[in-house]
């Protein structure tokens, strides 16, 4: 549905260092010229981009899951998602990560948007997906991965979110447009 758009030619890397390969993400230095034409390096993160998806088995409620984050060392309330196989479309991704995370299927999974959370840094796009006609199943979680899955009403999810209870980005969008949607 959207493709990330080319890079603006007028800011090419001079020169692109691969500093770290990793199984999620890589990282690489580039040096892009400043405004006042002098090299600088720019740490860059590369991710191959992710889906978060909106589920809601009925109206005013809405699937989430809590799972711990080592990066924030916290367990974190959040909607189901994950990242991008290679090649993989984002609704394909959205259907097995919806299906692997919650135990939830869906009749449509349909794309909404794309956004990036840290472009300051990292080039992770993510992509909003909302699944429709819902049938609850079994979980099937990575053997790595603790998550509990739970329902909750929109209102009480988006009362977490105002009391700093549910700090993750993307969640925030999809329960923003969850609510600016009268869902």
Known sequence: MHETPAPDPAHRP??????????VISLRV???DSPEGKPRPYEVVEHPGAVCILAQPAPGEVVMIRQYRPAVGRYLWEVPAGKLEPGER???CAVRELREETGYRCERMRELWTFY??????????????????SAGTAQPEPYEDIR?????LADAWAMVERGEIPDAKTQIA???ARLEGC
């Open 90 to 92: 984002p609704v394909d």
């Open 117 to 134: 959370a840290s472009p300051g840094f990292c080039n992770e796009l993510l992509h909003l997906c909302v699944a429709e006609g819902l």
């Open 14 to 23: 001079r020169s692109s260092r691969r500093i770290y390969e990793g199984r």
């Open 175 to 177: 329960l923003a447009r």
């Open 149 to 153: 899955v739970q329902t909750m009403s």
């Open 30 to 32: 580039d040096q892009i």
